[in-house]
């Protein structure tokens, strides 16, 4: 196993979208939202033990989480696990995690990937991972891994690339989320894949990106080269990232550089950014739904039944809906409007405070 490989899991994110399933204590990456007795955390850091060396693979998260990392993963040391002491979107993650690693290993690849997607045939991931890797490996390519689209995902992030030989393909535009016309002609065209979040590339190239485009947040990290793998990194991490831009790498750095190239996975995946997504996925009963409580279902279909208590649910004449029963909070909504849990998240906050989220 190459020994410059290190895998770096961005798991701070608050998961608003699962709530109110996923709270601000224990965030839907901490969660075991497949039910198959493991957390999207442990699932994804297993994952990659095929990859790289266990002791290569640092987990990047608000420090408010630090604990629930080393229950889940008990193998990590507490130098694989970088707390950040607020959030600033995922290029400030990325570049506190590059240069820490560069400074240890300027040889070093990484594959960069969100704690809370869902990866099924895992064979076919660590080949294409392993051809991104190959890409990457002492080179200024910028990869990143997209998935052929099966139907026209408004939710998504599109990336169209050029055609030629090979695998790796450039890269021509990026287009986040766009609206339901616009992404049926980029599945149509079919030089459009989804951008899967997962980012393959030499800690040398992106710290070179990051002094081109983002010089600010370079120079920050840059400062700290002394100081990471000793007791004094948390303390100077403390002290400078809150003032870091709120930017993602997108953004930032993938948008602007022209060394992106793209490898399409032919892995089943889902980035489970809504219940509508949970339920495509999950295994459900002869009328389309996902239960996972004490039930009795009456004409019902497509629908969602989580519980997390011992109450008997009793569903009747239902089509599309979210039933979600969780300690304090009691949800009925339909599943498939996924802003509409950021507006139910802001006005709990705003009208009862932080108790229930």
């Known amino acids: 196993m190459n ?33 198959v007795g493991k957390t999207l955390l442990q699932m994804t850091y297993e994952r990659f033990l095929s990859v790289a060396n266990k002791d290569n693979i640092i987990v990047v998260t608000n420090h408010q989480y630090a604990d629930l990392v080393k229950e ?82 408004t939710g998504y992030g599109y990336i169209q690339y050029l055609e030629s030989e090979g695998d790796v393909k450039k890269v021509k535009t990026f287009t986040e989320k766009p ?29 070179d990106a990051f002094a081109e485009y983002l010089p600010d947040i370079a120079d920050t990290f840059e400062e700290g080269n002394n100081l990471y793998y000793t007791g004094q990194e948390q303390d100077y991490i403390n002290r400078v990232y809150p003032a870091c831009q709120n930017i993602s790498i997108d953004y930032g750095i ?6 992106v190239y793209v490898i399409q996975g032919d892995f089943d995946w889902s980035d489970l950014g809504s219940w509508d997504s949970l339920h495509e996925i999950r295994e459900k009963d002869e009328d389309q739904n996902v239960i996972d409580a004490e039930s009795l279902i009456f004409n019902s279909r497509n629908n969602i039944v989580k519980s997390e208590s011992n109450r008997l649910i009793v569903l009747d004449d239902l089509d599309g809906y979210l039933v979600g029963d969780f300690d304090d909070v009691l949800i009925v909504c339909k599943k498939n409007n996924e802003s509409k849990f950021r507006e139910y998240v802001a006005r709990v906050k705003a009208e009862k405070g932080e108790k229930y989220l």
């Open 3 to 35: 020994s410059n490989v290190h895998i770096v899991i961005m798991a701070g994110g608050v998961g608003s979208r699962f709530w109110p399933y996923s709270r601000n204590s224990r965030p839907k990456q901490f969660i075991d939202v497949m039910g």
């Open 72 to 153: 889940q993963i008990p193998d990590m040391s507490d130098n694989q696990i970088l707390c950040e002491p607020s959030r600033r979107n995922t290029a400030p993650c990325i570049a506190y995690a590059a240069y820490k690693i560069h400074q240890k290993n300027p040889n070093a690849v990484m594959v960069v990937t969100p704690a809370d997607h869902v990866v099924f045939q895992n064979d076919k991931f660590a080949k294409i991972t392993q051809v991104a890797i190959d890409a990457a490996d002492r080179s200024d390519k910028i990869v990143t891994i997209g998935i052929k689209p099966t139907r026209p995902e």
């Open 179 to 207: 609206q339901l016309e616009l992404a049926k002609t980029f599945l149509e065209s079919g030089d459009f894949v989804w951008n899967a979040g997962i980012f393959v590339w030499s800690t040398q190239a992106i710290t």
């Open 254 to 259: 993938l948008e602007k550089s022209p060394n």
